[in-house]
């Protein structure tokens, strides 16, 4: 016979069990899961137009655990993200392309949004380690899986692999809230929190209350025809029902894409993005031309002024401009 939960009656579990079953059956009616007769395929390859923008670089020795958060650094005291990873073709790697407004289809490939922290870092739960590190010149350098996507009213799963502790803080920057926030301490356990967005939002930013520089983004999906590029930018959505749809592709810091494209039963179509660095936007607590040390820069330089190494002025600001 099930025990109350400790500190609930058993009144007050019915209630909560019936509010979860509310929000995750609405969730679900939205969309129907079906079999597919005669599904076709989207393909083809997302590439990046222009000039590479720089990434963005923390000093470590501003974040606690730094002994242990060097494993990523680059060797300098440096963590440098990395967020736009083109190959010599410009594939971009890390963009979702998604269909937009499927009512019906194959079912979702997982019910959950599950991460993984490895080594300071954010990352999907399904990324293989050979795309977490490159090699150059002899040097292993770390590549960061920056994007994941997740539904809405739902719940965010991480399992901390570090030996350290970090926080998992989730915004909607669309709305300039933080929408979650949970603790992950030093275990094998994933701990996790419900995530509910405002409607018809479509992007998350999931930081570490510990670690600036641990960043992941998310797409909000709403049904399961969606898929994220890996290295070189390509990318392939099957089993779609027949019809024409309006399809998005999507990278942090950009504004979505949209074309529409007819699929044919059992047909495979091709549909290209090509995106332009030039339109690239970030908010400007993330812009480094005042506040962030860029790559290369000499600690023994001052900057604007300030005495002493990986010092900035901070009354030397944007509102000055």
Same mark, same amino acid.
């Given at each position: 016979?099930?025990?109350?939960?400790?500190?609930?009656?058993?009144?007050?579990?019915?209630?909560?069990?019936?509010?979860?079953?509310?929000?995750?059956?609405?969730?679900?009616?939205?969309?129907?899961?079906?079999?597919?007769?005669?599904?076709?395929?989207?393909?083809?390859?997302?590439?990046?137009?222009?000039?590479?923008?720089?990434?963005?670089?923390?000093?470590?020795?501003?974040?606690?655990?730094?002994?242990?958060?060097?494993?990523?650094?680059?060797?300098?005291?440096?963590?440098?993200?990395?967020?736009?990873?083109?190959?010599?073709?410009?594939?971009?790697?890390?963009?979702?392309?998604?269909?937009?407004?499927?009512?019906?289809?194959?079912?979702?490939?997982?019910?959950?949004?599950?991460?993984?922290?490895?080594?300071?870092?954010?990352?999907?739960?399904?990324?293989?380690?050979?795309?977490?590190?490159?090699?150059?010149?002899?040097?292993?350098?770390?590549?960061?899986?920056?994007?994941?996507?997740?539904?809405?009213?739902?719940?965010?799963?991480?399992?901390?692999?570090?030996?350290?502790?970090?926080?998992?803080?989730?915004?909607?920057?669309?709305?300039?809230?933080?929408?979650?926030?949970?603790?992950?301490?030093?275990?094998?356990? @994933?701990?996790? =929190?419900? &995530?509910? /967005?405002?409607?018809?939002?479509?992007?998350? +930013?999931?930081?570490?209350? !510990?670690? %600036?520089?641990?960043?992941?983004?998310?797409?909000?999906?709403?049904?399961?025809?969606?898929?994220?590029?890996?290295?070189?930018?390509?990318?392939?959505?099957?089993?779609?029902?027949?019809?024409?749809?309006?399809?998005?592709?999507?990278?942090?810091?950009?504004?979505?894409?949209?074309?529409?494209?007819?699929? @044919?039963?059992? =047909?495979? &179509?091709? /549909?290209?993005?090509?995106?332009?660095?030039? +339109?690239?936007?970030?908010? !400007?607590? %993330?812009?480094?031309?005042?506040?962030?040390?860029?790559?290369?820069?000499?600690?023994?330089?001052?900057?604007?002024?300030?005495?002493?190494?990986?010092?900035?002025?901070?009354?030397?600001?944007?509102?000055?401009?």
């Amino acid at each position: 016979m099930s025990q109350p939960v400790p500190g609930y009656t058993r009144n007050m579990v019915v209630v909560v069990a019936e509010i979860v079953f509310t929000l995750m059956a609405s969730a679900a009616w939205s969309y129907e899961m079906a079999d597919v007769e005669n599904g076709g395929t989207i393909t083809g390859t997302v590439t990046l137009r222009g000039e590479v923008p720089e990434p963005r670089v923390f000093p470590l020795v501003l974040y606690p655990f730094g002994d242990f958060c060097k494993r990523i650094s680059d060797g300098a005291g440096h963590i440098v993200l990395k967020e736009f990873n083109v190959d010599q073709t410009g594939g971009l790697q890390d963009a979702v392309v998604a269909v937009l407004d499927v009512k019906r289809g194959k079912a979702f490939r997982y019910r959950d949004t599950e991460l993984l922290t490895v080594n300071c870092m954010f990352h999907p739960a399904d990324v293989p380690e050979s795309e977490q590190f490159e090699l150059h010149d002899g040097q292993l350098t770390h590549v960061h899986p920056l994007v994941t996507v997740m539904r809405n009213e739902s719940v965010l799963s991480v399992t901390n692999k570090d030996p350290i502790m970090h926080a998992a803080q989730v915004y909607q920057p669309e709305k300039g809230d933080r929408v979650l926030s949970f603790p992950i301490p030093v275990s094998y356990k @994933p701990h996790s =929190g419900f &995530v509910a /967005l405002e409607k018809n939002k479509r992007i998350v +930013q999931i930081i570490c209350g !510990m670690h %600036e520089y641990m960043q992941s983004w998310a797409w909000v999906a709403d049904n399961p025809y969606f898929v994220r590029t890996h290295r070189g930018g390509g990318f392939t959505i099957d089993n779609l029902p027949p019809g024409t749809y309006q399809v998005a592709v999507w990278h942090p810091h950009m504004r979505p894409l949209i074309k529409e494209m007819t699929v @044919p039963a059992n =047909g495979t &179509v091709t /549909l290209n993005f090509e995106l332009d660095a030039s +339109q690239v936007t970030r908010p !400007m607590y %993330e812009t480094q031309a005042q506040f962030r040390i860029p790559p290369g820069r000499d600690p023994t330089v001052d900057i604007e002024g300030c005495e002493g190494p990986y010092c900035v002025r901070r009354e030397h600001s944007h509102h000055s401009q």
